[in-house]
């Protein structure tokens, strides 16, 4: 089965991956930032209340974001696998899941700080159908346009510096001990997360086969 989790600070490639290997092991990719930023797209009750916590780069409250993942993971297609991109972020939402699901593998992205800085300014995103580019390493073919469906190319509010600065921090404040809360469970697998896209997933592919 895979029931795979992906742990790593923002910037470490997680949801680039995880779009990826989901399409290939043929299970969802279940990211609760996408989830949440389309809520605050919809501007629901949930999405109202989650932005102002997003923008500034905190953890949204462990509720609101349970109560917008827990449909997700019950729903049939996550019965036979599922990743889960951006969740746990802290003990309490890893003690929650553990509780629900029996995990197989928690992929831990390794990546040196410098480098996520740089690529989450260089980071744009598509607003209509969610592709990421980056201005460096994977720049649209016509400048500022998604190559997809053309929509202009947004840079994520939270992408901007003095939110990442407190996204890095709460990273290691309330998530990077999650580390060792899986790697007690033997469900560690740590993956060196710096280079090319291509080269990162083939290196993913060989850690959880
Ligand atoms: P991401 O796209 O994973 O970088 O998430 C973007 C933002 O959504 C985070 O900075 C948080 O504000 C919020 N968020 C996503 N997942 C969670 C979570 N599991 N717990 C709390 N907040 C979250």
New binding site residues.
């Given amino acids: 089965m895979y029931r795979i989790v992906f742990l790593g600070p ?1 910037g470490a490639g997680k ?1 680039t991956q995880a779009a990826t290997l989901a399409r290939a092991l043929g299970v969802p990719h279940l ?4 989830l ?2 389309g809520a605050v797209a919809a501007a629901t009750p949930l999405g109202r209340e ?1 932005d102002g ?2 923008r500034a ?4 409250p ?1 509720d609101l ?1 349970l109560g917008i993942l827990g449909e997700r993971l019950d729903a049939p297609d996550a019965r036979s696998g599922f990743i889960l ?6 003990l309490a ?1 890893a003690e929650i899941l553990e509780r629900r699901v029996v995990l197989d593998h928690v992929v831990s992205f390794e990546i040196p700080s410098a480098e996520l800085v740089r690529r989450l300014s260089a980071r744009r995103i598509c607003p209509t159908c969610q592709a990421v580019y980056n201005l460096d390493s994977k720049p649209p073919r016509v400048p500022g346009r998604c190559d997809r469906d053309g929509s202009e190319l947004l840079q994520r509010p ?1 992408d901007r510096p003095e939110a990442v600065e407190v ?1 890095l921090r709460v990273y290691a404040e309330q998530t990077a001990p999650l580390l060792d809360f899986y790697r007690r469970r033997g469900l560690l697998r740590p993956l060196d997360a710096s280079g090319a896209p291509e080269a990162i997933a083939e290196r993913l592919r060989r850690l959880i086969a």
């Fill in positions: 923002p949801g990211s609760t930032g996408d949440l930023r989650a916590y997003m780069g905190r953890l949204v462990d974001v991109d951006g969740f746990p972020r802290n939402q939270d996204r």
